[in-house]
Structures are given as C-alpha cells and as structure tokens.
T-cell receptor
Framework: AQSVTQPDIHITVSEGASLELRCNYSYGATPYLFWYVQSPGQGLQLLLKYFSGDTLVQGIKGFEAEFKRSQSSFNLRKPSVHWSDAAEYFCAVGPYNNNDMRFGAGTRLTVKP | GAVVSQHPSWVICKSGTSVKIECRSLDFQATTMFWYRQFPKQSLMLMATSNEGSKATYEQGVEKDKFLINHASLTLSTLTVTSAHPEDSSFYIC?????????????FGEGSRLTVL
C-alpha cells in the first residue's frame, strides 16, 4: 500500500545543533517528494521538493533533503538549527488519485535555547 | 510564488448554523483545489477534491451533504459546513496547483479555524 511514514513524532534539538527529520515512503513508481513546514495556526509552506535528477535537493531557510531510492527515504536536514525553525514538519508524496498528495503524520520540532 | 488565500481565518458559530470558507488563488488559475481537515497535532486529512465547473470528489467517509463544495471559477472554491456541530470544530486548509498540472507542488492557504459552540 502507498504510504508516508515519519517515524519521529517529536524532536528536540539545541539551537545551533544539526537536524535530521526522517521520512520513508511506499509508492509504486518514482514519487514526487516534498517537505512542508507549518507554524502554529498557519497553512503549509513548501521547503523543498524532488521530482528527478540530483538526489540532494536544496530548499529554503538552509534546509536540504536527500532522496535515497534504495532506502525509500527522503530525510530532511539542516546543519545548524535556529530558534525560528521550531514548527511542525510534514513529508509528502504524490501524485495520487485525483492528483493530490499524501502527508506523513508530521514531526514537531522544538528548539532549545 | 503562487499565493492561496483563505477567508475567514477564524470563525466561531453556534451549533446548527452553516459556515462558508473561501479559498482563492490570488495570482494563478487552478482547475483543481483540495480541501483538508486537520485535528490538533495531527496531519492533514484530505476531505475532497474541488473541480472547477463540476462536482467535487469526496474521500471515503466524508459527508458530501454536510461539507458542500463549490468551485465556480478558476480562482475560487468554497467549503460550506452545513448544520455545524461541535465535532466539526477543526482547522480547515485548502490547497491548489496552478493551471491544469496533475503533479508538482501544492500551494496552501493559511487555514481557517472553525469553532462550533
């Protein structure tokens, strides 16, 4: 079955530390992969996306993600976290029926001073 | 980038009344828009796909008579929660994809928080 899994519900890191958020997917073909960020009470903002080509993609706010087909993963990374990065992060995969995308359960990031 | 706007951002209503939420694509046309519902600390749950000029496609378990969707133009979709009850209280988010693309990123509205008293 097609699915998106974010194994970590909540992660806490210290400001300035590195970050990696995990995303695994199950999809019948080569997927389109996305990471979105959501601040409390807000909509979703696209951080980065992978369609094809270079498997290491750069996004906004210093984030990057690497597509690993052999591991069915698309983990999000940032070398040095800022307090403003505290938010909910969603991995998404598509397209699906009706050409929408499906979201993981989300990982809530807390940044300690 | 493409901008999607929702209105209202917050709405409080009495049980039994109906509430309309608008989703507009401000700088692009969207043949298809999507409506999601998000419970606290949970992911987005797709409710329905809104198709311009035709009926919406609802996900299994979503009552189409309760959640009325109208996509009357290429820049506007509306979600009407009819006869709202407290269990309908939630965060509703819409998204859209420019033009007639069938893949690629979605652009999201800011969300609308509905509280039913």
């Amino acid at each position: 079955a097609q699915s998106v899994t974010q194994p970590d519900i909540h992660i806490t890191v210290s400001e300035g530390a590195s970050l990696e958020l995990r995303c695994n997917y199950s999809y019948g073909a080569t997927p389109y992969l996305f990471w979105y960020v959501q601040s409390p009470g807000q909509g979703l903002q696209l951080l980065l996306k992978y369609f094809s080509g270079d498997t290491l993609v750069q996004g906004i706010k210093g984030f990057e993600a690497e597509f690993k087909r052999s591991q069915s993963s698309f983990n999000l990374r940032k070398p040095s976290v800022h307090w403003s990065d505290a938010a909910e992060y969603f991995c998404a995969v598509g397209p699906y029926n009706n050409n929408d995308m499906r979201f993981g359960a989300g990982t809530r990031l807390t940044v300690k001073p | 980038g493409a901008v999607v706007s929702q209105h209202p951002s917050w709405v409080i209503c009495k049980s039994g009344t109906s509430v309309k939420i608008e989703c507009r694509s401000l700088d692009f046309q969207a043949t298809t828009m999507f409506w999601y519902r998000q419970f606290p600390k949970q992911s987005l749950m797709l409710m329905a796909t809104s198709n311009e000029g035709s009926k919406a496609t609802y996900e299994q378990g979503v009552e189409k008579d309760k959640f009325l969707i109208n996509h009357a133009s290429l820049t506007l979709s509306t979600l009407t929660v009819t006869s709202a009850h407290p269990e309908d209280s939630s965060f509703y988010i819409c998204s859209a994809r420019p033009g007639k693309r069938t893949s690629g990123e979605l652009f999201f509205g800011e969300g609308s928080r509905l509280t039913v008293l």
